[in-house]
């Protein structure tokens, strides 16, 4: 018998996403030396800028290995957000019992798409499009405004929101003052990182993570095993705005304000995220540790153009997109080679 | 089969009646909503209203149902692409990062073939990546979806491009001396030119034959995949002359604004129109009429007091209630508790 | 319920829309017995399979199994496999995706005290599994890195470790070869020294006769007996299954007097499609009739599949009335003057929300283009035309097609062919599942067919049809033309030809 290739497709697409991080982001510290890239700080705000976009992309991580999808995510994130900035700014209310709230329509929101999609059998694409229409219309229903949270609105919420959490000293450097800089983190990434780690776990060491890759692999087959497809697609939907609404918080946490054209082409983001990292569309195949480069990646993509200072911000959701499009094109060509090898 | 059933089973039955509700509605709200009067030379109305502004949402409407048809998907970037073409047609006209002008660039007509062109390149781009590559159509949409606007920004430098230019307004306002809204003209025009294409050549058949069976379309000797790029070139031209429009009424280039939330309301106009968002048959009327309705009711909504923002939320509450009636899995539920029901009332009659 | 007897299915009826799929069928399987299940393509093996193992819910009949108290109804394939009903298809029914490990026990992991999957024990153990099939491979590899007998091997391997007492293997050789064949089969042996019954369901005879203990013969949905292995040889068998009694095979003599001209209308030379047939050589003249024979399964739809481009040949040429031809799909034989209607009617054939009209058109369409659309007036004209013709049963015109009976709707695509006024006419299965009264039409219309000029290839299941129709006939046996009949044709000579080594 013929050696087996373990080097198979989904693992090059997995070095890729990997390589090409590493290469962008040694790009940016060449080019942008000067400007402070090569900080470890710089990196570290990598991931407090997209502690959020993280937990919504291992979300929709295990959406897409069920073979869906869910464009839902950013508009949900604005609601999220509004609903916080809303009953912190305006009504004055506690934000422990905010986030609870948050969390249970996170519950509910995709307890009744998962179910619209599991069980009625309704395209997901069609569904998660109306909710995201649905959710960011509740937001302007919610308040049209854009409201800040501030200090006197909530102390506790601002405390968390710019908690630092020091690294190691030897990880800083000395500024111009002599005066040691040590590099710091915030909160939301200890959550981030807290999520991408469950997922991982769930996706690998449990019965209900198995059924996803299952389901995504063939779902024909996946019944014909006796596993209970439509539970496990439900369940995939309920959990990805669930910690869409974990996101929600971060990226509140992170903007500290709620309006109608927040996180905007957010689903994008977390898509992208997924895809760059090894993600396939037609499901089955990825990890969480691939959609965190993913996000590293896209993190790294806008944190070029704000460093160039003179590109357009529009750049970076551009390349996003370019980025999404040519992984989406390497993907079916993968998969183009690999039917053709095994006629 | 007794005639209200008839009525009901009719394609046409759906947008009609939904469009004929909101009428209602209005009319017990506002005695004065079918009022029609001239002011300034120019037709003057609620009705006028929803007839002038349903014009973008009906001509997108027609590319959205042929790809529908097709692809058993929907294409989600058509607003973005509005967004484009506008942004590329007032870029042509007023220079780069020009952002207000009153002399033209390039002659106007240029300008205008180059927004459309741009939709059509758009188009082909997501034919491209359906027809030949098998994407989801949601998902090879969705990269245009926040691309286009992207890109949009770009051509026009991040700013508002403003074409002060009297005859550009015309497209989306009023030619003068013409008391009807231009628009009007546009939105027969393009359905006239696509129910032309598809009464006087087959791609009507052929897209129909592919978006039922593309197997049997294939043995048959129709090129499906080719039959399905077309359909989203369509599409994108669709977007081009509808972002023409829109950019035309506020004779700039809002690249964040133009056509911010249509393809829910071009989704939905097809849905509306009795179509199958599953594909195969369509029916173009109805999603002309479908678009109409979305229109009346945008504008009631807006008249109660409903900002734009806000009646996404309805729309989306209809879109579910039409797809989930439209499940299979639904009509069979549907269908087993009726018979249920009736072997049980049956199962009563033989009892007494 | 006698002692011995693991699974009785008795008066099975099962209907689906339009067509009774098993009219009372039977079947019965003893402990540790191998159990042959056969019959044509449609005669409902299948169907009987999937009402046991709860895949479909049958309309009536009893179905008892040993160890379960009172008639059983599977609603899933769940509850079969509690039962102790495992089974094994022919699609390969696991996740490509996922590892050879993860597809034997997907469902029933191992679970550590945490509750949490034991990645290792359960890689020991398919390990081991593996290893007792004698197949020694990397069970942490995914599974589409191996090739389709492994998989195979695999779903079987699935299969046997569920503890079952019947085990249904539903024609799960075809993509093995014969080392993978012996080893199945040591494992088949294997386990009815266990006790364990199996029902073996395969269109190749060689493997009835080289493991099975008995067979159930079906046909048309119904039963046709139960017979021993010693008291039916094989080309009772193929009797039996086609629907001949062996005894009063009387030859029947075409009908109508062959008009065959020396010009040749098509040649193909080594055309070849990977993985369904192998390279072969065919010529057909002007005004010949060539029948496509062989058992389902054997490779006679590929082969005019081949040739028509439904699936493009990857070797050899093809010459149509002298001139090479090259065909990358079916729009390029079309203009060639070429005609298929395909076996899969529901697949491949029908259009069925659009009208009959537009059905009837469609080809003729396709060849003129898009832009020469065919004048409303004339799309009628043709309609009718060919509705009044093939006599096709429909309310109007533009009825949807799916509306039409399996035989009308047959007719429909046959006239979407006819109206392309084709040179060269390949029918697959045209008269499956169609009445008696329309099959003799269909024989008649061909007959005239071939007298107008017209070359027409003919592929049945049944041979009677075929001996009325053809005057030269094409073998078919695994993916291969291993042979050709002419002249003295008859039921018995066909038989034997199809079943091919010892009588």
Same mark, same amino acid.
């Given at each position: 018998?013929?050696?087996?290739?373990?080097?198979?497709?989904?693992?090059?697409?997995?070095?890729?996403?990997?390589?090409?991080?590493?290469? !962008?982001?040694?790009?940016?510290?060449?080019?942008?030396?000067?400007?402070?890239?090569?900080?470890?700080?710089?990196?570290?705000?990598?991931?407090?800028?997209?502690?959020?976009?993280?937990?919504?992309?291992?979300?929709?991580?295990?959406?897409?290995?069920?073979?869906?999808?869910?464009?839902?995510?950013?508009?949900?994130?604005?609601?999220?957000?509004?609903?916080?900035?809303?009953?912190?700014?305006?009504?004055?209310?506690?934000?422990?019992?905010?986030?609870?709230?948050?969390?249970?329509?996170?519950?509910?929101?995709?307890?009744?798409?998962?179910?619209?999609?599991?069980?009625?059998?309704?395209?997901?694409?069609?569904?998660?499009?109306?909710? !995201?229409?649905?959710?960011?219309? !509740?937001?302007?229903?919610?308040?049209?405004?854009?409201?800040?949270?501030?200090?006197?609105?909530?102390?506790?919420?601002?405390?968390?929101?710019?908690?630092?959490?020091?690294?190691?000293?030897?990880?800083?450097?000395?500024?111009?003052?002599?005066?040691?800089?040590?590099?710091?983190?915030?909160?939301?990434?200890?959550?981030?990182?807290?999520?991408?780690?469950?997922?991982?776990?769930?996706?690998?060491?449990?019965?209900?993570?198995?059924?996803?890759?299952?389901?995504?692999?063939?779902?024909?087959?996946?019944?014909?095993?006796?596993?209970?497809?439509?539970?496990?697609?439900?369940?995939?939907?309920?959990?990805?705005?669930?910690?869409?609404?974990?996101?929600?918080?971060?990226?509140?946490?992170?903007?500290?304000?709620?309006?109608?054209?927040?996180?905007?082409?957010?689903?994008?983001?977390?898509?992208?995220?997924?895809?760059?990292?090894?993600?396939?569309?037609?499901?089955?195949?990825?990890?969480?540790?691939?959609?965190?480069?993913?996000?590293?990646?896209?993190?790294?993509?806008?944190?070029?153009?704000?460093?160039?200072?003179?590109?357009?911000?529009?750049?970076?959701?551009?390349?996003?997109?370019?980025?999404?499009?040519?992984?989406?094109?390497?993907?079916?060509?993968?998969?183009?080679?690999?039917?053709?090898?095994?006629? | 089969?007794?005639?209200?059933?008839?009525?009901?089973? @009719?394609?046409?039955?759906?947008?009609?009646?939904?469009?004929?509700?909101?009428?209602?509605?209005?009319?017990?709200?506002?005695?004065?909503?079918?009022?029609?009067?001239? @002011?300034?030379?120019?037709?003057?109305?609620?009705?006028?209203?929803?007839?002038?502004?349903?014009?973008?949402?009906?001509?997108?409407?027609?590319?959205?149902?042929?790809?529908?048809?097709?692809?058993?998907?929907?294409?989600?970037?058509?607003?973005?692409?509005?967004?484009?073409?506008?942004?590329?047609?007032?870029?042509?006209?007023?220079?780069?990062?020009?952002?207000?002008?009153?002399?033209?660039?390039?002659?106007?007509?240029?300008?205008?073939?180059?927004?459309?062109?741009?939709?059509?390149?758009?188009?082909?781009?997501?034919?491209?990546?359906?027809?030949?590559?098998?994407? @989801?159509?949601?998902?090879?949409?969705?990269?245009?979806?926040?691309?286009?606007?992207?890109?949009?920004?770009?051509?026009?430098?991040?700013?508002?491009?403003?074409?002060?230019?009297?005859?550009?307004?015309?497209?989306?306002?009023?030619?003068?001396?013409?008391?009807?809204?231009?628009?009007?003209?546009?939105?027969?025009?393009?359905?006239?030119?696509?129910?032309?294409?598809?009464?006087?050549?087959?791609?009507?058949?052929?897209?129909?034959?592919?978006?039922?069976?593309?197997?049997?379309?294939?043995?048959?000797?129709?090129?499906?995949?080719?039959?399905?790029?077309?359909?989203?070139?369509?599409?994108?031209?669709?977007?081009?002359?509808?972002?023409?429009?829109?950019?035309?009424?506020?004779?700039?280039?809002?690249?964040?604004?133009?056509?911010?939330?249509?393809?829910?309301?071009?989704?939905?106009?097809?849905?509306?129109?009795?179509?199958?968002?599953?594909?195969?048959?369509?029916?173009?009327?109805?999603?002309?009429?479908?678009?109409?309705?979305?229109?009346?009711?945008?504008?009631?909504?807006?008249?109660?007091?409903?900002?734009?923002?806000?009646?996404?939320?309805?729309?989306?509450?209809?879109?579910?209630?039409?797809?989930?009636?439209?499940?299979?899995?639904?009509?069979?539920?549907?269908?087993?508790?009726?018979?249920?029901?009736?072997?049980?009332?049956?199962?009563?009659? @033989?009892?007494? | 319920?006698?002692?011995?007897?693991?699974?009785?299915?008795?008066?099975?009826?099962?209907?689906?829309?339009?067509?009774?799929?098993?009219?009372?069928?039977?079947? #019965?399987?003893?402990?540790?017995?191998?159990?042959?299940?056969?019959?044509?393509?449609?005669?409902?093996?299948?169907?009987?399979?999937?009402?046991?193992?709860?895949?479909?819910?049958?309309?009536?009949?009893?179905?008892?199994?040993?160890?379960?108290?009172?008639?059983?109804?599977?609603?899933?394939?769940?509850?079969?496999?509690?039962?102790?009903?495992?089974?094994?298809?022919?699609?390969?029914?696991?996740?490509?995706?996922?590892?050879?490990?993860? =597809?034997?026990?997907?469902?029933?992991?191992?679970?550590?005290?945490?509750?949490?999957?034991?990645?290792?024990?359960?890689?020991?153990?398919?390990?081991?599994?593996?290893?007792?099939?004698?197949?020694?491979?990397?069970?942490?590899?995914?599974?589409?890195?191996?090739?389709?007998?492994?998989?195979?091997?695999?779903?079987?391997?699935?299969?046997?470790?569920?503890?079952?007492?019947?085990?249904?293997?539903?024609?799960?050789?075809?993509?093995?070869?014969?080392?993978?064949?012996?080893?199945?089969?040591?494992?088949?042996?294997?386990?009815?020294?266990?006790?364990?019954?199996?029902?073996?369901?395969?269109?190749?005879?060689?493997?009835?006769?080289?493991?099975?203990?008995?067979?159930?013969?079906?046909? =048309?949905?119904?039963?046709?007996?139960?017979?021993?292995?010693?008291?039916?040889?094989?080309?009772?068998?193929?009797?039996?299954?086609?629907?001949?009694?062996?005894?009063?095979?009387?030859?029947?003599?075409?009908?109508?007097?062959?008009?065959?001209?020396?010009?040749?209308?098509?040649?193909?030379?080594?055309?070849?499609?990977?993985? #369904?047939?192998?390279?072969?050589?065919?010529?057909?003249?002007?005004?010949?009739?060539?029948?496509?024979?062989?058992?389902?399964?054997?490779?006679?739809?590929?082969?005019?599949?081949?040739?028509?481009?439904?699936?493009?040949?990857?070797?050899?040429?093809?010459?149509?009335?002298?001139?090479?031809?090259?065909?990358?799909?079916?729009?390029?034989?079309?203009?060639?003057?070429?005609?298929?209607?395909?076996?899969?009617?529901?697949?491949?054939?029908?259009?069925?929300?659009?009208?009959?009209?537009?059905?009837?058109?469609?080809?003729?369409?396709?060849? =003129?283009?898009?832009?020469?659309?065919?004048?409303?007036?004339?799309?009628?004209?043709?309609?009718?035309?060919?509705?009044?013709?093939?006599?096709?049963?429909?309310?109007?015109?533009?009825?949807?097609?799916?509306?039409?009976?399996?035989?009308?709707?047959?007719?429909?695509?046959?006239?979407?062919?006819?109206?392309?006024?084709?040179?060269?006419?390949?029918?697959?299965?045209?008269?499956?599942?169609?009445?008696?009264?329309?099959?003799?039409?269909?024989?008649?219309?061909?007959?005239?067919?071939?007298?107008?000029?017209?070359?027409?290839?003919?592929?049945?299941?049944?041979?009677?049809?075929?001996?009325?129709?053809?005057?030269?006939?094409?073998?078919?046996?695994?993916?291969?033309?291993?042979?050709?009949?002419?002249?003295?044709?008859?039921?018995?000579?066909?038989?034997?030809?199809?079943?091919?080594?010892?009588?």
């Amino acid at each position: 018998m013929k050696k087996l290739n373990k080097f198979s497709g989904n693992t090059v697409l997995l070095l890729i996403t990997i390589v090409l991080f590493i290469g !962008m982001y040694a790009a940016g510290c060449v080019i942008y030396s000067a400007k402070g890239f090569t900080h470890v700080q710089t990196f570290l705000n990598l991931l407090i800028t997209n502690a959020g976009l993280i937990c919504v992309a291992c979300g929709m991580t295990c959406v897409m290995l069920t073979g869906g999808i869910d464009i839902s995510v950013g508009s949900l994130i604005a609601m999220d957000c509004m609903i916080l900035a809303y009953g912190m700014g305006v009504k004055g209310w506690p934000c422990i019992p905010l986030i609870i709230l948050i969390l249970v329509i996170g519950l509910i929101f995709g307890a009744v798409q998962g179910y619209l999609i599991g069980y009625l059998k309704i395209q997901p694409f069609i569904i998660t499009m109306a909710g !995201m229409f649905f959710a960011r219309g !509740m937001t302007a229903v919610i308040c049209t405004d854009q409201i800040s949270i501030t200090q006197d609105m909530n102390p506790m919420f601002y405390k968390w929101a710019n908690a630092k959490i020091n690294l190691p000293g030897f990880l800083g450097y000395v500024n111009k003052k002599g005066k040691t800089v040590v590099p710091f983190i915030r909160p939301t990434v200890v959550i981030a990182l807290l999520v991408v780690a469950i997922i991982f776990f769930v996706l690998k060491y449990t019965k209900f993570g198995r059924n996803l890759y299952a389901v995504g692999g063939n779902q024909q087959s996946a019944t014909m095993m006796g596993l209970n497809v439509k539970a496990t697609k439900m369940k995939a939907y309920i959990l990805s705005s669930f910690l869409c609404s974990i996101g929600g918080i971060c990226y509140c946490l992170n903007t500290m304000s709620g309006s109608v054209q927040q996180a905007l082409g957010f689903e994008m983001n977390a898509i992208a995220s997924s895809v760059i990292g090894g993600t396939l569309l037609t499901g089955g195949v990825g990890n969480v540790i691939g959609s965190l480069f993913g996000v590293l990646i896209n993190g790294t993509i806008s944190t070029l153009v704000t460093t160039n200072g003179k590109l357009l911000s529009s750049w970076s959701n551009i390349m996003t997109a370019a980025l999404l499009c040519f992984f989406i094109i390497l993907q079916s060509l993968f998969a183009y080679f690999k039917n053709r090898n095994n006629r | 089969m007794d005639p209200i059933k008839r009525i009901t089973k @009719q394609q046409l039955f759906l947008p009609f009646f939904c469009l004929l509700i909101v009428l209602l509605i209005n009319l017990i709200k506002s005695p004065t909503f079918f009022n029609i009067g001239i @002011q300034h030379g120019v037709l003057y109305g609620r009705l006028i209203d929803i007839l002038n502004r349903g014009s973008e949402i009906a001509i997108l409407a027609v590319g959205q149902t042929l790809v529908v048809a097709v692809s058993a998907g929907t294409d989600i970037s058509v607003g973005s692409v509005m967004s484009l073409s506008a942004c590329g047609t007032c870029m042509m006209l007023a220079g780069y990062g020009v952002n207000s002008t009153t002399q033209l660039a390039v002659p106007m007509g240029i300008g205008i073939l180059f927004g459309i062109f741009l939709g059509g390149l758009c188009g082909a781009m997501n034919g491209a990546l359906v027809a030949k590559l098998k994407i @989801q159509p949601m998902v090879a949409t969705l990269i245009l979806f926040t691309a286009a606007r992207a890109i949009g920004l770009l051509l026009c430098n991040n700013q508002i491009t403003y074409i002060r230019y009297e005859p550009y307004k015309y497209l989306g306002n009023f030619i003068p001396g013409c008391p009807i809204p231009t628009a009007i003209f546009v939105t027969i025009a393009v359905i006239a030119i696509v129910s032309i294409l598809l009464r006087k050549t087959a791609l009507g058949l052929y897209i129909q034959s592919a978006g039922i069976n593309s197997r049997a379309a294939r043995i048959s000797g129709i090129n499906s995949a080719m039959i399905c790029f077309v359909c989203y070139v369509i599409c994108g031209l669709c977007a081009g002359i509808a972002g023409m429009v829109a950019s035309s009424r506020i004779y700039s280039a809002d690249s964040n604004n133009i056509g911010l939330n249509y393809e829910l309301d071009a989704i939905l106009a097809v849905a509306l129109g009795g179509n199958s968002l599953g594909g195969g048959k369509f029916n173009l009327a109805g999603a002309v009429v479908g678009a109409y309705t979305i229109q009346a009711i945008t504008t009631t909504l807006l008249a109660m007091g409903v900002s734009t923002d806000q009646a996404p939320v309805i729309k989306a509450i209809i879109v579910i209630i039409i797809v989930v009636v439209q499940a299979p899995t639904f009509k069979e539920w549907i269908a087993n508790t009726e018979a249920k029901r009736k072997a049980l009332a049956a199962e009563g009659g @033989q009892k007494a | 319920m006698e002692q011995n007897e693991l699974i009785v299915m008795r008066d099975i009826v099962k209907v689906f829309p339009g067509v009774v799929a098993l009219d009372h069928a039977q079947l #019965t399987l003893h402990k540790g017995e191998i159990h042959a299940l056969m019959g044509e393509n449609g005669a409902g093996k299948s169907t009987i399979i999937k009402c046991l193992t709860g895949v479909y819910e049958r309309d009536a009949g009893e179905v008892f199994v040993q160890g379960v108290e009172g008639n059983v109804f599977n609603h899933s394939t769940e509850d079969a496999q509690k039962i102790g009903i495992a089974t094994v298809y022919q699609e390969v029914n696991l996740c490509p995706n996922l590892s050879v490990a993860e =597809n034997l026990f997907i469902g029933r992991e191992p679970l550590t005290r945490l509750g949490t999957i034991d990645w290792r024990s359960m890689n020991k153990r398919a390990k081991e599994i593996m290893k007792g099939l004698g197949i020694s491979i990397d069970v942490t590899v995914a599974l589409e890195n191996y090739s389709l007998a492994i998989q195979q091997m695999i779903a079987i391997a699935r299969a046997v470790d569920m503890d079952c007492k019947v085990l249904i293997l539903d024609e799960p050789t075809s993509s093995l070869d014969d080392h993978e064949v012996e080893k199945l089969f040591d494992v088949m042996r294997d386990l009815k020294k266990k006790g364990v019954g199996i029902i073996f369901v395969t269109h190749f005879l060689e493997q009835v006769y080289a493991v099975c203990d008995r067979i159930t013969v079906m046909r =048309n949905g119904g039963f046709v007996g139960d017979y021993s292995i010693s008291e039916l040889p094989r080309v009772k068998l193929v009797a039996a299954m086609l629907g001949k009694d062996f005894d009063d095979l009387a030859a029947i003599k075409p009908e109508g007097e062959a008009n065959i001209s020396p010009e040749v209308m098509l040649k193909a030379e080594g055309l070849s499609h990977k993985g #369904t047939v192998k390279p072969f050589d065919f010529e057909i003249h002007k005004g010949e009739v060539v029948g496509v024979t062989g058992l389902l399964g054997s490779g006679r739809s590929e082969m005019v599949r081949c040739i028509y481009g439904a699936d493009k040949a990857q070797t050899g040429k093809e010459y149509m009335k002298g001139k090479e031809i090259n065909i990358k799909a079916p729009i390029d034989a079309i203009k060639q003057g070429m005609a298929y209607l395909p076996d899969d009617r529901k697949a491949d054939g029908c259009i069925g929300e659009l009208s009959v009209r537009d059905n009837i058109i469609l080809a003729l369409q396709a060849r =003129n283009g898009m832009f020469k659309r065919v004048p409303r007036a004339k799309q009628i004209e043709i309609a009718d035309k060919f509705i009044d013709m093939l006599q096709i049963k429909t309310a109007s015109r533009e009825t949807p097609l799916s509306q039409l009976s399996g035989g009308n709707q047959q007719k429909v695509i046959l006239a979407r062919w006819l109206c392309t006024h084709p040179d060269f006419l390949i029918l697959d299965e045209p008269t499956r599942g169609i009445d008696i009264g329309t099959k003799t039409e269909f024989q008649k219309l061909i007959l005239q067919f071939a007298k107008e000029g017209m070359s027409v290839v003919f592929i049945s299941s049944e041979i009677e049809e075929m001996l009325r129709t053809c005057t030269r006939m094409c073998v078919m046996r695994d993916g291969e033309k291993v042979g050709e009949i002419e002249g003295d044709m008859t039921q018995e000579s066909v038989m034997s030809a199809i079943a091919g080594g010892e009588k």
